[in-house]
């Protein structure tokens, strides 16, 4: 019998939800694949043809906790009087966004949303390049152009430094989280001001 694409839909979005609940009630950790199988009321094989491991589904979920932020922020970012403020804006409303992910962050920065990861899964990708592609039109809107893979690639590096730090952060309400990110901030857009005054650059606004 063949399984319609609406059934298939409809079979993962079961897997999400039933992890949801259970990674709420038990934890990640102590929840298994199989744990996740039975409370979605499917055969313990059958999920694996929707997520290879349970970082997947963990991936999914935030992806799914994450979507609208860009759209939501970025008018608002795009106010802000500089790159590096609207910078800081965007990025500090995602921390609050993950907020409910927080702990099971760590697992997901090191697989599926690691820098080094040339080739993440299909949520995480999409997180990113989401994500991404907001930095890249506020570098547009403040005057900075398009930014290179280099600058791009820091700016990921960076910003999952203040990710995995955020994880751990005891500080009152946070602020160490806050002031890394602030500083990195600050690092990246004063990095980029040489990177537009290169030669190469200068070359390409004179032509």
Known sequence: MRVTAETKNATRQKIVEAARQLFAAKGFEASTTRDIAGAAGIANGTLFNYFANKELILASLVAETTAGIHADWEHRSLE???????????????????????????????????????????????????????????????????LSAVAIQLYWTLYVGVLMFWAHDKSPREEDTLGLLDSSLAMFTGWLQPEKDSPSEKKKEGA
């Not at 949303?113 to 949520?123: E, G, R, T």
């Open 80 to 146: 802000a009087a500089s790159f590096e403020e609207a910078l800081f804006e965007f990025a500090a409303a995602g921390l609050r966004k993950l907020k409910p992910w927080r702990k099971q962050l760590p697992i997901l920065l090191e697989t599926t949303l690691n820098p080094l990861n040339v080739a993440p899964p299909v949520d995480a990708k999409a997180m990113r390049v989401a994500h991404l592609e907001t930095v890249t039109r506020l570098a547009k809107h403040h005057g900075l152009g398009e």
